[in-house]
Structures are given as C-alpha cells and as structure tokens.
C-alpha cells in the first residue's frame, strides 16, 4: 500500500511539472557572456507586438551535429520569443529537401541551400542544406537566408521583427553642400541603414529639425559656413548626436609625383572646441592593405603592400567596436582627445596595430620604398572614437570620430564604377549611427554570438584542474551517494531496533 502511494505521488508531481512547464518556460544560461538569454531590446519589441507574428524556419532533417545544433538553438530562440510575446509569435520548421516542390518554395521566398560537407558510411558527400527562415506579418515579410553557424541569431531574428513591425522608421540627416559623397554613394551603408532608419539629406541653411536624433557629417571637401557650426552647436544643445568620418589629409595620385597634403575645411577645428584634435598627418601601419603598381615590362599591375592604407585590427570592448575584424582605412588621421568639460568622457574605438607610425604632410609618397621596422615607431594610435556628456550646454549628448572620411564609401559618382566594401567597414559606420540613434539596446545584440573557447586556449594548471574534475567528480557523487544510502538505511534500522525493543 505504501508503493502504491508513492508512485501515485511521483505521478502526481511529475503531472504537475509538466503542466506548469507548458505554462512557463525557464532555462539556465550559464554561460559567459549570456548567449541563451534574451537581451532587453527583444523584450521590449515583443513586448510592443501589435499584430502576430509568424516565422516560417526552412531547415534540413539529418544534418551533421554542427548543423543540426543550429536548428536547435534557433528553435529554442523561437520558444522563448514566443513565451515572451505571450503567443504572438508563431512558428513552424519545414525540411525542403523533402520534395522538389518543398525547395521551390523556399527558394521563391529567398531562402537558398548552401552546400555542406557530410560523411555518410565513411565516405565524405556534399550535401544541399537550407539554414534559413521568413518572418511575416500580414502582408510584410523579412528574410533570413542563412543563419550563421555561431552567428547573432537573436539580432538577426529582433532585427527582422522589428523591421515589419515598425511603421514610423526614425530618420537619420546625411549632411550635404560641402562636397559630401550622396546616399547613393555610400550604397552599402545606406541599405544596412535603411532596415531601421530612413536617410535623408539634410543642408545646415537652417536649424535641424527636431525629427533628427542623429545627423552624419561625412568627407566634407569644401569650407564649411561658420554659421553651419552654429547650427551643429544648437542641434547637440537639444541633446543630438552626431557622428563625424573626416579626412584631414587629402592624398592625390594624378600627378607622376604622388603626394599627400593637409586639409582644412573648419570641420578639424569645431572639433578641436570639443576637445577632439583629428591631426593634419597620415597614420602608416605594417599591417596594411595594398595597391596595384606597374612595374617594367610586365603586362599586369602588381600588388604592391601600401602602408598608407592601414588595417585596423585592434577595438575596444564597446558597442560600437564589438565583434569588429578588419577595417579597411585609407589615408587615415589620428586623433588625439586634448581634455574636455568635467561632465565629458572620451573612449577610444580603434587603434592601429603594434608596429605603427605616422607621416606628417607634405608627404611624398614612394610606393617603391622599402618599409623596415624603424618607419613603425609608435603603436595603438587612436584612429576613431566617440565622445559623451554635456558637449553644449546642460543636456547630454554624443560625437562619434572617426579620422578617415572614406572607408564607408563605395564611391561611384562621375559615372565611375562603386566598389565593393569589406562588411566591417560598413558595421563600423551602422554601428555607430545605432549607438548614436537606438536607445533600444539592439546595437548590443548584433555581434552577441556563441563564442568558441577551445581548451587548448586555457592554461595549463585550469586545464589539468578541469581534467581532474571531469575523472574523479562522478566517482564522488556514486560514492557520495553510496555514504547517504548507507547512513540512511543504517539509520532507517537503528529506528526499528529501538521500536522493537519498546
């Protein structure tokens, strides 16, 4: 009678843990950086859904375990998003490899396969894999082609959401009449803003409008009205923000003398009133990018390494840096912050490598010369950074600097052909104008991915601990386990030794 009692009690606490799981969704996120838990931007947008949203996840059955743990993350994702938007987020996992006309539906909606490597009875195969999903609600929808093994799932997830909830896109002021590339010039950056914001350009004859909680100013090449500076002063008053890519050297190449040259445009010294000196000399760096160069009787240009054009591979651990590569920069500037108001605060963005220097102007540039260690004296110059606090007046606001006005533009104007930006020259400058713009915190979410932490990279006492508690901790849980049983039985007879004798 007594088993029969407890196992209907086991039934009975098992039912009801299963009941409440169906009700509320809980997990543990032990890891580092939080990767499993959801950041405050995507609860905030699920939590102002109006209309449901419904997400169509295209992923192939029986993929590797790589793979197939990108399924079971997304899916995860997707329970918690839709527990959190208490059901307005609905979702369902199709396998398209199922049938021809499976696959042509995903691919008409825009989800494409990739080819993966597979080893099936010892022998390695390719096989076609779809890794992707539509979000939808009503008539609008969003594709995600791919997602990234390791990659920002719940950004790209957030972001698509957002994208077809939000009506009303905040609008992001391009400052135009100093010579400035258009919109249509800086078309990669324009199309990464465009999925949250509207750009528009905007002139500085008049005050900005209040419809502007950012305003960029990129590679002016004429003077600049002083009264613009007037209106920028007023506009960071109100507590905008703005954010400045200047070239404060200028290169030319059209001449058999190649030569670089300061410019001045009154950008520089607006900035220098904010504490922000972007100097009139070239950052040269080991770690740089190259240009093609005829060399004798040769029929094809040669890649020759140039380290006027330096590669940016040292960020600082801030929301605009974070999960940032490469960047590819052209005859940038440094930038020295010379001390501001006691409410204001400067930090660096990026630096440039260990082996550096820099080349004051006039500087005469030898794409033959032999580059040696001496030429790099210095390192980690500052080449962009942002700086917050009471900048005019008693309202909070913001500048980001970056000291190369060109490194997010394709270019294209006078009829020439755009080139083709590396992805983390465009995510510096829309990382920027997110900080800048998005009190949200979705910024946060965009390089928050898995991070891999081989074993190999923990040192060797962690690693041999580590080790150790792999082999003896489940020996001293049995044996732990083993002791309680004992002591309770041991106990359990003692109780009835002394009921007997009484």
Request: include cysteine.
């Amino acid at each position: 009678m007594k088993n029969y009692t407890t196992a209907l009690l086991v039934a009975g606490i098992l039912i009801m843990v299963n009941v409440l799981g169906s009700q509320f969704f809980l997990r543990l996120d032990l890891t580092k950086d939080k990767q499993y838990t959801l950041g405050k931007a995507t609860k905030d947008i699920l939590k102002e859904l109006e209309e449901p949203i419904t997400v169509t996840a295209y992923f192939t059955d029986d993929l590797p375990a790589q793979y197939a743990k990108i399924k079971k993350d997304f899916k995860e994702l997707l329970v918690e998003y839709s527990n959190r938007s208490k059901g307005m987020v609905d979702y369902e996992f199709i396998s398209p490899n199922q049938s021809t006309e499976m696959e042509q539906t995903a691919q008409q909606a825009g989800i494409s396969p990739v080819m993966i490597n597979v080893r099936e009875k010892d022998q390695a195969s390719q096989k076609r894999a779809y890794l992707g999903a539509i979000v939808q609600m009503g008539d609008q929808k969003d594709v995600i082609p791919f997602v990234q093994p390791g990659g920002a799932m719940e950004y790209a997830l957030t972001t698509s959401i957002k994208k077809i909830s939000v009506t009303n896109k905040p609008a992001i002021g391009i400052i135009t009449g100093h010579g400035e590339p258009s919109i249509q010039e800086m078309a990669q950056a324009a199309q990464s803003l465009s999925i949250l914001y509207s750009p528009e350009p905007l002139t500085l004859d008049a005050p900005v409008p209040d419809k502007y909680r950012t305003i960029a100013f990129i590679a002016p090449k004429d003077s600049i009205n002083p009264m613009h500076f007037k209106v920028l002063d007023d506009f960071l008053g109100k507590g905008g923000n703005i954010y400045v890519a200047i070239n404060a050297v200028d290169a030319d190449f059209s001449s058999g003398a190649p030569s670089g040259n300061a410019k001045t445009t009154g950008l520089e010294g607006w900035l220098s009133t904010k504490g922000i000196q972007v100097e009139n000399s070239f950052v040269v760096d080991a770690n740089c990018g190259a240009i093609s160069v005829q060399r004798g009787n040769f029929p094809f240009p040669m890649q020759v390494k140039f380290p006027f054009l330096p590669l940016i591979s040292n960020f600082s651990d801030h929301p605009i840096s974070k999960g940032l590569e490469s960047v590819n920069l052209q005859f940038a500037s440094p930038i020295t912050f010379m001390g501001g108001g006691s409410n204001t605060q400067f930090t660096p963005l990026a630096f440039s490598s260990n082996k550096s220097g820099t080349v004051g102007t006039p500087a005469f540039f030898d794409v033959d010369k032999q580059w040696g260690g001496g030429d790099f004296p210095m390192s980690k110059i500052v080449v962009a950074g942002v700086l917050e606090g009471n900048l005019v007046g008693e309202t909070a606001s913001k500048i980001v600097v970056i000291g190369d006005g060109d490194f997010a533009v394709n270019g294209g104007g006078g009829g020439r052909q755009q080139q083709r930006l590396s992805e983390d020259n465009v995510s510096l400058m829309v990382n920027s104008i997110d900080y800048l713009s998005d009190d949200t915190g979705l910024i946060d979410l965009r390089t928050r991915a898995v991070t891999s932490r081989p074993i190999e990279q923990i040192d060797d006492g962690k690693r041999t601990f580590l080790k150790w508690l792999n082999f003896f901790l489940p020996i001293l849980l049995v044996i732990g386990y083993g002791v309680f049983r004992m002591n309770a039985r041991r106990a359990q007879r003692m109780r009835r030794r002394e009921a007997n004798y009484g």
